[in-house]
């Protein structure tokens, strides 16, 4: 819509367009695979007992990664910003047999809920759970990773790709989330802190020779790239 704006104004109810969106989204959803029964319960659970509730992927996008897994089959996954263990899951649905998955999150509070659902769980022995900081965590880790997601601190989305592209295996693929953030990345006035460093990060992904890149509008934004 951007550069649009202002003529469409003229002629479409914005009104319209949010109610639009809701169906198409609602659709969307409705003609996508359900999502399992322990994802359902994360999602109504996080919902009902966690703050910020809408840090969770949730079922479309839950969904978009669990096809991207699946279609990559990965042996190595790693996800930096576990919070519920919603994603980690739809991510684990397409390991190869004797995959794994390694999922870092710095919050301590969330632990004891997070291990719970992944006992639940069919994969909980291919999932190593870490609390921690992940640029800590991270350097530690002697892996090669076929698959990567990024959903974590903001501010340090392009201090998590430097330091996980050398881990990669060319071919492999990195998803970064939330880089719309709210369409913030398109509106001038915002100039908060990790708007910046979204645009820092969408801009130098985008230029970065060692990678392809898509940004899908998918929720929030995904930024798919393949390490060259």
Request: aromatic share 8%; charged share 25%.
């Amino acid at each position: 819509m951007a550069g649009y704006g202002l003529e469409l104004s003229q002629f479409i109810d914005r009104n319209h367009l949010d109610f639009l969106a809701n169906e198409i989204q609602r659709y969307a959803e409705q003609h996508s695979q359900a999502a399992s029964s322990l994802l359902e319960k994360i999602d109504r659970e996080t919902h009902l007992y966690v703050m910020r509730p809408r840090m969770l992927s949730g079922h479309m996008q839950g969904r978009v990664l669990s096809m991207f897994s699946h279609m990559i089959r990965p042996k190595v996954v790693l996800e930096i910003g576990t919070y519920t263990g919603y994603s980690a899951l739809c991510l684990a649905e397409g390991l190869a047999p004797d995959g794994r998955l390694v999922t870092l999150d710095v919050n301590e509070e969330l632990e004891e809920r997070v291990r719970g659902y992944l006992s639940e769980s069919s994969y909980d022995d291919q999932i190593d759970f870490h609390v921690g900081n992940a640029l800590e965590i991270i350097p530690t880790i002697d892996e090669v990773f076929d698959l990567i997601f990024i959903d974590a601190d903001k501010s340090n989305y392009q201090a998590y790709f430097d330091l996980v592209l050398p881990k990669m295996r060319q071919g492999g693929f990195i998803i970064a989330d939330n880089v719309l953030w709210s369409g913030k990345v398109v509106d001038e006035k915002s100039t908060d802190k990790d708007t910046k460093a979204l645009l820092a990060f969408n801009q130098n992904v985008h230029q970065d020779d060692r990678v392809e890149n898509v940004l899908m509008p998918v929720r929030d934004g995904l930024m798919i790239l393949r390490v060259l």
